[in-house]
């Protein structure tokens, strides 16, 4: 054998043998969570640090075995941040248990019947003419919004969020993160 053949038949080896014996790479996940596909729209919020606010808020208001039911829900998850928009002791006052129900409207007023993963959402807003109007679980509505590419919610108050994160979906719903707490209408 010549030298050459004989060192391209030893590099031969050595790569077949340590493909052999090194584990296989896992593959990479998507962009979207594919990790919540099994878990439901409350175990992707759970497990978001960016939004636990909105869980012990959920947990306070008792709905996280209506929002693990089969749904489909789409969440708008205010984040941290936008819970200290509200005015000072505010959500510590909603996490009491006489204002549950308050809470319940208040948390209730960011879940939309559906899934409208971003696809539906802006199909819907451009179906609109630029503005899509969603119908709250609380009944009140939300007009959705497209800004710079981003899309703006308002509420009945003129409150304006902003969805900070990409969609999130889970086996019951899709939850966004957005900027602001959307209180509705008191009637």
Do not use: C, W
């Not at 004989?6 to 790569?15: D, G, N, T, W």
């Not at 709905?63 to 789409?74: K, R």
């Not at 451009?126 to 308002?154: F, I, S, Y």
């Amino acid at each position: 054998m010549t030298r050459m053949a004989m060192i391209i038949a030893v590099s031969l080896f050595v790569v077949q043998v340590s493909a052999q014996t090194q584990p296989a790479s896992p593959q990479p996940q998507p962009a979207t969570a594919q990790t919540g596909q099994n878990g439901t729209v409350v175990d992707l919020v759970k497990a978001q640090p960016d939004v636990s606010t909105l869980v012990s808020a959920v947990e306070a208001a008792g709905m996280v075995e209506t929002l693990s039911g089969d749904g489909p829900y789409t969440i708008f998850a205010p984040s941290n941040e936008a819970f200290t928009k509200l005015p000072a002791g505010k959500t510590q006052e909603l996490m009491q248990p006489d204002a549950k129900r308050e809470l319940n409207g208040i948390l209730y007023n960011h879940v939309i019947q559906g899934n409208l993963d971003l696809n539906a959402l802006t199909a819907a807003i451009e179906k609109g003419g630029g503005t899509a109007t969603l119908k709250t679980v609380a009944g009140g509505t939300l007009k959705a919004t497209l800004d710079n590419g981003k899309v703006v919610l308002t509420d009945e108050k003129g409150i304006k969020a902003t969805v900070i994160s990409a969609e999130k979906k889970a086996k019951n719903g899709v939850v966004y993160v957005i900027d602001s707490v959307l209180i509705p209408e008191t009637k």
